[in-house]
Structures are given as structure tokens and as C-alpha cells.
């Protein structure tokens, strides 16, 4: 570099010395390469004599710096000593323990010597393997000896220098050193054969520069951490570091500040750590910030990494930064799993998959999954279970950041609409798989937006959720009212199938102001009545079931919707019911089955019917309510009925569960029994968690009275389980509470 630079300046080694104060021998030699790690003021006087760039004065004392930190290992004391371990070093318990086990089995014949440790930028993988080196040191006679390989630098270093290395470190001298690399590796892993050393193997980038410093057959042992998986390596241990739980991250946290004199913190620390996201190099910045900073306050640094726009600038500390950390990885990227990381920023959920990936990185789902793969090796995304990927919080700002520098605020726009679209269209799709006389797309192999059947397109919804809400909120605020109506609308049948899905008052809340927004009357009077069913679900919220209900009925009226006119009544009645006020709910539930029998909606009819056997059973009319429900089983089982299969799913197990209720309070125990352990069990596929709970409860009471102490004791105690599912927790005390006086 420095020859470059000076042949291009025009200047011989005498006018260079001159020019910069640096004797003409010393830089020959740093030009023949015998001096690579010249001092950082002979690097810039050399940088200013040149008249160099930003660019290239930044690179040339960075190239003087590293050749600095490799002549380190290289001097002829203290070869290959490791660094001292961290007097704050917290946690990591299970992993420590997992390291004693790996030498420990190390003495069983033929057992791999060599342990992988990887994870992301950050997570403390070289303090933990120094840690571990040092804590192991007794078990290793002959030595501990320490190399970094610099893998994420532009020039790591060489499996042959590292060879050359550790050679010096077990005593080999220069000029008994083959040149040839094979026979220098063979050498290295015969000393090692005989001897009881531990090599820690820092930062390697490849496994090509790695595996001939793996020790061969004996009793020596390497660790070897990198942000790469390597999974070319054969035959060796793998530990993977993810954050610090946040217990630890608080004590960790703690204890840096503790052990520098700094007492101020309280709440403020485990928020904190929470801010960092268990990344032990984050907290060791937020931590030597605020004692290098007497007048900081832990709660005004919570304040400032707050804000997410600001928070990868504030996680720095003198030559501690945590987004540089992650740019070294960035920096190994190849430019499309550049591009499709960068863009990933946009996701609004949690995690995505490849197709998704494929849609924002504008290229096939196959390439997509290459990227994922690559940013997955580079630990600069989790994977997860089926295919899912998903960032850590302070890496998705990383690459937020990188998409605003790299990407144009028009490009960022366009590509929110088209992930919003493709979302949207997706979500859509899938939930027409669901209600009466679903729309059902074949499946095409070209068209990746098909589903090949209900069960795939429950799947995507459920998995997808955060990001399809997501972009529901991104469309309704870009005022694409007709995509946002059709997208809530199609969601009103498969709601049923999640009933305590956590979303769905905001689904139809963005559907009825999107109907309003379009002056559609008889929609608007649709989603009200969606949110007027959404609030009988827990948490229950009648009197909103009510309000909702009377305007959907108002609107319904206006504009001559017959349907909504009779799910309002339909509602209405359920919420009248809740509230005891059976003689109403019952009038308001004959309302809505007669108008559906007239529109000869026979899904609709049967679960009003439903509806109208339960005011029979909270009214204390056991028989009746039974010849009632028996007559809606019926129904259900006339496959010449017309209804729609899910639906008849989905409302049998509600009608055997009043069934089974009705004939364990007329004292036939063994019929409700049998009645209600169907119901029970063909509720567990759609998670119908508190109609669930309600029947196990009901099934308890019944076994009780049948003197079958113990199944009431189970049975008690999972309807305590599901109550707790839908956070109902005074039903769920009460349960429990049997359950254990049962025992």
C-alpha cells in the first residue's frame, strides 16, 4: 500500500523520508514487508507526507494497526499467551458447564478435540473462550495458547501463519519449520499428539483457514469461535451463544458499573439491559459510557436509547461501537444477501420466511433462501422452526440504517407497497378458505400466492399474523380503504377457527372505518357487527357488544341489509344474555333465526338455534333446552342439511358441550359424561380455549357427583389451564382450587 501510494505521489524513498520525518530504511522495510505494523504516528506522518484521501489515510493506519496486533503473537515472549480474563464476567453457566463436559469426554478414545463456538456479532464469544481457557487451564499441562485469526478483517490471517505461530509457541524454531503448508500442519498436530495443550482459535472467517490448525488424535483439545457456522467442519462440538437472559444481562450490567464505583441505577438497569438485548458487548458500552460520565444518570441513558432512530449511536464507547461490530459482518455479505438484509428493516412483525424475503429482495424464493442462509452463517439473523427467521432487535436497526444509506426514500416507499400489497393479497386469499362456499384458488406452482388447502392457508395467517396486521395498519394510514375492507371482511370466517386471537377487535376496527371511508353503509354495518362478536370474546366487553350492535342494526336498517339487520339482533342477544336478562335475549335470538330461516341462511339459523338453547339453560329449563339441542344435533349431522362443512365443525362441539350440560343437571351422568369428553376433545383443533374451559369445568362437576374423585381432579385442573389461556384468571383460581381439594 505504502509503495502504491508513493509511486502514484511521484516521490523516491529519500524525498518520502524527508517529506514525513520517517528514516529512508525504515520505510523500506516497511515497503519489503519486513516492518507491518509501523506505529500509529509513523502510519500518519506517513498519511500526511502523501497528501492522502479520508478513504485511504483511514485504510492505511488501519492496515499499520492490524499488522501492530499480529506482531503481538508473533514476539518471541509470551507466544500466544491468551488475554486476561474479565474480572466482571457474568453468567454463561450452562455453557461454561457444557465446555467441562466437551474436555472431560475429550479422554474418551476417539472423541473430536475440537469445540465450535459461534453466534453473532457481540454476543461475548472470545471472552467467553478466554474465560473458559482460563478456567480450564489446570486441566492442561503443557499450555494454553491463543491465536487470533482476524477472520472478519480484509486480511485475516493465513492458516500458515497461524501455524507459524503456535509452532513458536510449543518450541519449534524457525529454521526447523517446513515450508511445505502440509508437512508444517502435520508437525503442529504431532507436537500437540503428544502433549496436553489447549489452543483457543479466535474470530476464524472460513473453514479453509481453520481446519489445518485443528488438532488431530490425542489428548490436546481447541476451542474456536466465529460469527460464521462453519459447517464444513466435520466431527466437531458445536455450542451456540445466543443474548444473555435478561437476569444476567441486569447483573451483568450491574456489575460493571458496581466494580467501578457507580451506584446509581435501581429500575433503571434492568431496562436497560432490556434496551441492549442481552448483547454482553451493548451492555459493556451502555456501562463504560455511564462511568466515564459521573454526571450521567442510568435513567437518563434509558431515555436516550429509547429512541430507536438514536439507539445504535448511543451503544458506543471510545473504540466500542456496537454498529461497527455489526458492519464487519455487513462488510462479508455478498451483494444480493446485502440488499435482501438491508430491506428484511421493512418486515413490521417478528420474524418472516423466504417467501416473504423473496417479495422485498425482488428476487426468486430459491435465491431468497441462499440469502437467508448466508445472513443466517454470519449470525446476523436467528432461524427458527419451520423455515422462520427473525432478527435481534438491535441488529433489525442496523439494518434500518443501512436501508436508509443505501436505499432511496422513493425505493423504500415503493417497496413498502409492494410488501403491503403482496401481504394483503396473501392474507386475503387465505381467509376465503373459510366460511360458507369459500372462494378455493387452485394451486399453481407458478403462483406462490395459492394455497392448496385450508389447513396451508391457517398455517400462513396464524404464522404470518404480525406481518399481515402489519400491513393492514400500513394500507388503512395510506388510506387503500378497499384492500384494507376486502382483507378485514375475509377474516370474519377463520376468526371463528382463532377466536382468541389477540388481534382481531383491531382487524374489524380498521374494516369498519374503512367501510365508513368509502361510504359503503351495508359493510360499515357489517364490521360493526364483527366488533360487536369480537367483545363477547375474553376479555368480554358487553356494553361495547351492545353499543356495536345497535349501530350495526341502525345501519343495517338504513340501507336495507337483512342479514346485518338479523346478526345484530343475533348479537345483541348473546350480550343480553351474559347480562341475565334471558326474556330479551331470548326475543332478540327468535328474531335473528327467524330472519335467517327466511334468507334461508342455514349456517347462520343453526347457530342462532344454538343461541336460543342456551337461554333454555341459563333460564333453568333443562328439558326443553335438551329437545332443543337435540334437534340443532341433528341438524349438524344432516348431510343433506346445506350447511358448510367448518361450520358444522365448528358449532357441533358448542352444542354437544350444552348437551352434555343439560343431561349431567337432569342427573344422567353417564350420557353427559360420554357427551361432553366428545365435545372437549373436537374443540382441541381450534383452540376454542374458553368454550373448552367452560366444558372441562362442567365435566368436573359432573365426574364429581358420579364419585370419580380423581378424573374430576384432572379434569378441574385443565379447565384451570385453558381459563388461564384467555387470562381469565378467577375462573381459572377457582378450578385450580377444586382441583386440589380433590386430591
Not at 502435520?186 to 489445518?212: K, M
Amino acid at each position: 500500500m505504502l509503495r502504491h501510494h508513493r509511486h502514484a505521489a511521484r516521490l523516491t524513498l529519500e524525498q518520502l523520508a524527508e517529506a514525513s520525518g520517517v528514516s529512508a530504511r525504515t520505510l523500506s522495510d516497511m515497503e519489503r514487508g519486513r516492518s507491518t505494523g509501523p506505529q500509529h504516528r509513523t502510519a500518519t506522518a506517513l498519511a500526511q507526507a502523501l497528501s492522502l484521501g479520508e478513504d485511504d489515510r483511514t485504510q492505511l493506519i488501519d492496515l499499520a494497526r492490524e499488522g501492530r496486533l499480529r506482531d503481538h503473537w508473533t514476539r518471541p515472549t509470551g507466544l500466544c499467551e491468551p488475554p486476561r480474563t474479565v474480572d466482571d464476567f457474568t453468567g454463561r453457566a450452562g455453557e461454561l458447564a457444557w465446555v467441562e463436559d466437551f474436555v472431560r469426554a475429550g479422554d474418551t478414545p476417539g472423541a473430536a478435540g475440537v469445540a465450535l463456538i459461534t453466534g453473532s456479532a457481540g454476543l461475548g464469544k472470545t471472552t467467553f473462550a478466554v474465560r473458559a481457557a482460563h478456567v480450564l487451564r489446570p486441566n492442561f499441562p503443557d499450555g494454553v495458547f491463543f491465536v487470533d485469526l482476524f477472520g472478519m478483517s480484509p486480511r485475516p490471517v493465513s492458516a500458515y501463519d497461524a501455524l507459524t505461530q503456535l509452532l513458536r509457541a510449543l518450541g519449534t524454531a524457525d529454521r526447523h519449520m517446513p515450508h511445505d503448508p502440509l508437512e508444517r500442519a502435520s508437525l503442529y498436530r504431532s507436537l500437540l499428539r503428544e502433549r496436553r495443550a489447549l489452543v483457543v482459535l479466535d474470530n476464524a472467517g472460513s473453514e479453509e483457514q481453520i481446519r489445518p490448525v485443528l488438532p488431530g488424535s490425542g489428548r490436546s483439545r481447541a476451542f474456536a469461535t466465529s460469527r460464521r457456522l462453519l459447517a464444513g467442519l466435520e466431527g466437531v462440538h458445536r455450542l451456540s451463544l445466543g443474548p444473555l437472559p435478561p437476569v444476567e444481562a441486569a447483573e451483568l450490567l450491574t456489575g460493571i458499573l458496581g466494580k467501578r464505583g457507580y451506584s446509581d441505577g435501581g429500575a433503571a438497569i434492568s431496562e436497560l439491559a432490556q434496551l441492549c438485548g442481552g448483547l454482553p458487548l451493548a451492555l459493556r458500552i451502555v456501562g463504560n459510557r455511564l462511568v466515564s460520565r459521573p454526571g450521567w444518570h442510568a435513567a437518563d441513558f434509558v431515555g436516550r436509547l429509547a429512541d430507536e432512530e438514536r439507539r445504535l449511536d448511543q451503544l458506543r464507547a471510545g473504540d466500542l461501537k456496537i454498529a461497527t461490530a455489526f458492519g464487519m459482518s455487513y462488510e462479508q455479505l455478498a451483494v444480493p444477501a446485502r440488499r435482501v438484509f438491508r430491506r428484511l428493516a421493512l418486515v413490521p412483525g417478528r420474524d418472516f420466511d423466504a417467501a416473504l424475503a423473496a417479495v422485498l429482495g425482488g428476487v426468486s424464493v430459491e435465491d431468497a433462501w441462499d440469502a437467508l442462509d448466508e445472513l443466517v452463517d454470519l449470525g446476523l439473523l436467528e432461524d427458527g422452526a419451520s423455515g422462520r427467521y427473525r432478527f435481534h432487535d438491535l441488529v433489525r436497526l442496523f439494518a434500518r440504517d443501512r436501508l436508509h444509506a443505501e436505499e432511496t426514500g422513493a425505493g423504500r416507499d415503493a417497496l413498502a407497497e409492494t410488501m403491503t400489497s403482496w401481504l394483503l393479497r396473501m392474507a386475503t386469499m387465505a381467509g376465503r378458505w373459510f366460511g360458507p362456499q369459500p372462494d378455493r384458488p387452485g394451486r399453481s406452482d407458478a403462483d406462490l400466492e395459492d394455497f392448496a388447502s385450508a389447513e396451508e392457508a391457517e398455517h400462513w395467517l396464524r404464522v404470518n399474523a404480525d406481518n399481515w396486521l402489519g400491513a393492514l395498519r400500513y394500507a388503512s394510514g395510506a388510506a387503500r380503504h378497499l384492500d384494507v375492507l376486502d382483507c378485514a371482511e375475509s377474516m370474519h370466517w377463520f376468526s371463528d377457527r382463532w377466536i382468541h386471537g389477540p388481534h382481531w377487535r383491531e382487524v374489524f376496527t380498521l374494516g369498519a372505518e374503512a367501510a365508513a371511508a368509502l361510504g359503503d353503509t351495508p359493510q360499515h354495518a357489517t364490521q360493526l357487527n364483527y366488533l360487536a362478536w369480537v367483545h363477547l370474546v375474553p376479555p368480554v366487553d358487553l356494553e361495547a357488544t351492545m353499543r356495536y350492535a345497535a349501530e350495526a342494526l341502525d345501519l343495517a336498517i338504513r340501507s336495507g341489509a337483512t342479514a346485518q339487520i338479523a346478526w345484530a339482533h343475533q348479537y345483541a342477544g348473546t350480550a343480553l344474555l351474559h347480562l341475565g336478562r334471558t326474556g330479551e335475549a331470548f326475543d332478540s335470538l327468535t328474531k335473528a333465526s327467524e330472519m335467517f330461516k327466511a334468507d334461508a341462511d342455514i349456517d347462520a339459523y343453526c347457530q342462532s338455534l344454538s343461541n336460543l338453547g342456551d337461554c333454555l339453560v341459563s333460564d333453568g329449563r333443562h328439558e326443553a333446552a335438551l329437545e332443543h339441542l337435540l334437534m340443532v344435533r341433528a341438524l349438524l349431522d344432516d348431510e343433506d342439511s346445506g350447511m358448510s362443512p367448518d361450520i358444522v365443525s365448528l358449532t357441533r362441539p358448542q352444542v354437544l358441550a350444552r348437551v352434555g350440560q343439560c343431561l349431567g343437571r337432569l342427573g344422567r351422568r353417564a350420557e353427559a359424561i360420554t357427551t361432553l369428553t366428545e365435545a372437549i376433545a373436537l374443540m382441541e383443533p381450534f383452540q376454542m380455549f374458553g368454550s373448552q374451559a367452560r366444558a372441562l369445568e362442567t365435566l368436573a362437576a359432573v365426574l364429581a357427583e358420579d364419585g370419580r374423585t380423581e378424573e374430576s381432579s384432572q379434569a378441574y385442573a385443565r379447565a384451570a389451564e385453558a381459563f388461564e389461556a384467555i387470562g381469565d384468571a378467577g375462573p381459572a383460581g377457582r378450578c385450580r382450587d377444586l382441583a386440589d381439594a380433590l386430591r
